[in-house]
């Protein structure tokens, strides 16, 4: 976890220190960072020895459900977490952690307050201008709910597992293992390919009616109509409430107040930059540029740096981490370069090549933005307040419709919804809530009520199930074109694959397959470069044909179905792979497999460890964590 959530984020101020020669930094430091204590906790489990820390695992639940929630929405919930089993792998991996410390332990792997505050120190999202900042930590210490002692306990814990797992395991996988997945995954093959349609398989006769009375039977699953459900629904939505709001100018005046930055476009600049850490070095910089020499040789003879190292890019005032910078840049004119700027980090000089003027858009050019977001606002404010009246209604007793009489709701019926959301025409139904409503609908009993139920977009839903139409055999009778046609389909199908099962037996017997595609009257094509990896350069070939090209020698031929027919492939070129001739791709692999023998490393060592010293889990306890619904939703109670 700490890796991952420890991670260096690019900006314009790294930018800037890329460039520093000599720079000289105070030292900030941490706060008390070994005098706090971690508070004791009941056994959630125990690993030998060692207990298991309950606000560990809470806290590490609550931040993995903040991450998930912009991929499953702002009411993703504890539940649904313990669904996707996030809970119980947060539980096994702290457990496989307390396993580790307890054998650095054991092993007498000791880490120094000094390295743990050198390794706080040196992480690049806690510095600012090369150096520790202390309010970057504690930003991130509270958006990650930690405290600091808490992470200072992880970051030890992290470096002495960290020491163990480094006497068991390589970061370097054997040369031959990544030669020879290099040479299987980068070889090359070409084939010859055609066609055989289902639609040029004409000769097909009139199935009887006792052919017909029996492919309706043994393909019931085809001609048989789906559950339906009759549904009346209640459905409360933000921006319904919206439209019926009215919104006074002076509302809209003080949020356009409020809200003007929003509004404003600072001006930008493109930017480039040299830093030396001598004034007579940057001096001599300047005067180049004065003689019209270009910025870019000037910086790489003078201050040493690329093209890539001397371009900020689009920068605006709020960009640059000084005053003094600041005023420099932003005073130059485009294509102008700047004296010799003095910061805490040495000597700049700054060239200008274009401006992008800022602004602030009128109150009359955001005023219906501004009416709507209020109104939204105000809509969802009265959303949670409805939604409880209409909770407490139903609660009381009174019937779907009453309650939307009381309330002013519509009541919208729908005849026939089947899983899909569609209906008995097979089409899909537009009108239909959001969220879980299918789900709900599904597994609600007829003549009951569904529980309050949010839409996922500031909306919520109650439903009745009026009725249930059982999934039924459609009559013969009905359907007869429907079947005729559907038995056809399949005997064309059979027949396709009749003819490219004789097409690969000729090929693979010595024909070549340009002879069998003139015969046929088919056209014959040349894949491209095909690999192993799925989906890349498959050239429109169906994925079964291409792996099973990668199974054939030069010159056989294999078939699979394609659409609708099938698709004969004969094997025309081989080109392996050369490793030695391409160092970037063989060093992604061998990455690849160095950190996937670590990680069975990791499980092996794990496992052994659990054995070694015994884990006993507290279901329970586990279960008791999250009664109160940790980041849970903020639907209204239901209250009956």
């Given amino acids: 976890m700490l890796t991952a959530i420890r991670t260096h984020t690019k900006s314009l101020v790294v930018k800037i220190l890329a460039g520093l020669l000599v720079v000289s930094f105070a030292v900030w430091g941490i706060e008390d960072m070994f005098t706090l204590a971690t508070s004791s906790a009941s056994p959630i489990f125990e690993v030998g020895s060692l207990e298991g820390d309950e606000d560990v695992i809470r806290d590490e639940v609550r931040r993995q459900i903040r991450r998930l929630r912009p991929m499953f929405g702002n009411q993703f919930t504890v539940d649904q977490a313990k669904a996707l089993g996030i809970v119980e792998s947060v539980v096994q991996r702290q ?75 390589s970061k370097t996988a054997p040369k031959m293992l990544v030669d020879s997945v290099y040479r299987h995954r980068q070889e090359k ?36 109509a789906p559950e339906y459900r009759a549904l009346s629904v209640v459905r409360l939505d933000a921006a319904d409430l919206a439209g019926e709001i009215l919104v006074a100018d002076n509302e809209v005046k003080e949020a356009y107040e409020a809200r003007v930055d929003e509004f404003t476009t600072p001006e930008t600049r493109n930017v480039k930059q040299m830093i030396v850490a ?76 274009g401006i992008q003027l800022g602004g602030t858009k009128t109150f009359d050019g955001v005023k219906d933005r501004l009416t709507k977001d209020i109104a939204m606002e105000k809509a969802i404010d009265s959303l949670f307040e409805l939604a409880n009246k209409l909770e407490d209604s139903l609660g009381g007793g009174a019937t779907l419709e009453e309650t ?34 299918i789900g709900i609908a599904f597994s609600t009993e007829e003549g009951a009520e569904s529980p309050l139920s949010e839409t996922g977009n500031d909306g919520y839903f109650v439903l009745r199930v009026d009725g249930i139409t ?40 010595g024909t070549l397959l340009n002879a069998i595609a003139s015969e046929m009257g088919l056209e014959i094509m040349t894949s491209p470069a095909l690999t192993r990896q799925p989906g890349k350069n498959s050239g429109g070939l169906p994925q079964p044909l291409v792996d099973k090209i990668f199974s054939l020698s030069k010159g056989e031929a294999a078939m699979a179905r394609s659409g ?8 025309k070129e081989v080109t392996t792979a050369v490793p030695a001739a391409d160092k970037e791709g063989l060093d992604k692999i061998s990455d690849q497999l160095g950190l996937a023998l670590q990680e069975d490393i990791f499980t092996q060592l794990a496992g052994g460890l659990r054995d070694r010293y015994g884990v006993t889990v507290n279901r329970q306890a586990i279960d008791g964590l999250f009664l109160s619904g940790v980041g849970g939703s903020r639907r209204p109670g239901r209250g009956r």
Avoid: C
Wanted: charged residues 25%; aromatic residues 6%; proline residues 4%.
């Fill in 189 to 224: 093959r070409i084939a010859e390919t055609i066609v055989v349609s289902d639609s040029t398989q004409q000769k097909i006769s009139e199935p009887d009616q006792p052919t017909l009375i029996g492919y309706h039977k043994d393909k019931a699953s085809l001609f048989t």
């Fill in 470 to 509: 059982a999934p039924v055999l459609k009559p013969l009778d009905t359907i007869k074109a429907e079947v005729i046609q559907a038995w056809k389909d399949e005997k064309r199908a059979e027949k396709s694959k009749q003819a490219a099962t004789a097409i690969v037996a000729r090929v693979n017997s």
């Fill in 564 to 571: 609708s027919g099938y698709a004969v492939g004969r094997l």
């Fill in 278 to 353: 001598e004034e007579a070095d940057a001096k001599r910089a300047s005067e180049a540029l004065s003689q019209g020499r270009d910025f870019a040789a000037v910086a790489m003879e003078i201050a040493k740096m690329d093209a890539t190292a001397i371009d900020l890019g689009r920068v605006g005032r709020a960009d640059m981490p000084f005053p003094e910078l600041t005023d420099a840049v932003f005073a130059l004119k485009s294509g102008e370069s700047s004296a010799p700027q003095k910061s805490p980090l040495g000597w700049h000089v700054f060239s200008v090549n």
């Fill in 95 to 169: 457990i496989d952690d307390t396993a580790l410390r307890l054998a650095s332990q054991g092993m007498g792997i000791e880490i120094s307050d000094d390295l743990v505050s050198k390794e706080i120190r040196n992480t690049p999202g806690f510095q600012a201008f090369g150096s520790f900042d202390q309010a970057r930590f504690q930003r991130f210490l509270n958006e990650n709910l930690m405290t600091e002692a808490r992470y200072i306990a992880a970051i030890r814990g992290e470096l002495s597992n960290n020491q163990l797992l480094d006497s068991f395991t």
């Fill in 404 to 437: 939307a009489s009381q309330l002013n709701l519509k009541v919208v019926k729908f005849d026939a919804v089947d899983r899909s959301g569609k209906g008995k025409d097979s089409k899909p139904i537009s009108n239909l809530p959001g969220g879980d409503f």
